[in-house]
């Protein structure tokens, strides 16, 4: 079956530089894990608990659990961009439990949440458009429910550059915004996934703010 084919990771996009073998399988588990795909036992092991490598996670509603927000960003008034962005893969990760897998998945939604927030602290993004972002995430969450054919997927993607040349968003810029979700993938192992699955990897509003971010970074 082909990949769906979507603006921001086309399947004849340039591939980034050859990770290393560990770093490729720690990868590989972790987005399975997001994707909804398990093998459990070997996944397990290899998705750490978000925040705390190889420690267990604080049993849920304990008084001494810190909200990731809270550890990545204390500047005094809480940041309400990161609030809600853990609020909602929280609540996806909340929704996985039911998936019989031991809480694998929940764990990966987790620990790509942690890595979202500390990549938005370390690059000075404003979190209110990195809740925004997965705020459209959220919304494409039916879009999952069933896979589209490749000729719906292509249709998508036609209907997607159409949008992108009626706003004149360049070749270049979309090469800038793939960039961009390609670093993000690294840091937040299942984006891509999750971008394909809902179908938001063709959506304008996620493609302006992939493009407008890369910029913002200097991306070139």
Not at 114 to 126: F, I, R, T, V, Y
Request: hydrophobic share 40%.
């Amino acid at each position: 079956m082909s990949d769906p084919a979507h603006i921001l990771f086309p399947s004849d996009a340039p591939k980034s530089q050859k990770a290393p073998e560990w770093f490729k399988a720690e990868q590989s588990a972790a987005t399975a894990c997001l994707a909804g795909v398990h093998d459990n036992g070997v996944a397990a092991a290899k998705v750490p608990e978000p925040g705390k490598a190889g420690s267990p996670a604080s049993p849920a509603g304990s008084a001494d659990v810190t909200k990731p927000e809270a550890v990545l960003f204390k500047d005094g008034a809480a940041d309400l961009g990161a609030k809600a962005v853990t609020e909602i893969l929280d609540g996806f990760a909340n929704a996985s439990i039911g998936d019989g897998d031991g809480g694998v998945r929940a764990r990966a939604i987790e620990a790509a949440r942690d890595g979202l927030l500390a990549d938005a602290k370390a690059h000075g993004m404003d979190t209110e458009e990195l809740s925004e972002a997965v705020a459209i995430l959220k919304e494409r969450q039916s879009d999952s429910i069933t896979e589209p054919t490749p000729e719906v997927a292509e249709q998508r993607m036609a209907e997607a550059l159409e949008a992108c040349r009626a706003e004149n968003i360049s070749d270049a810029d979309l090469s800038l915004a793939r960039r961009l979700i390609a670093d993000i993938e690294k840091v937040a192992p299942g984006t891509v996934a999750t971008l394909e699955r809902t179908g938001s990897g063709n959506d304008i509003r996620l493609i302006r703010k992939a493009v407008a971010e890369a910029k913002r970074r200097a991306y070139r």
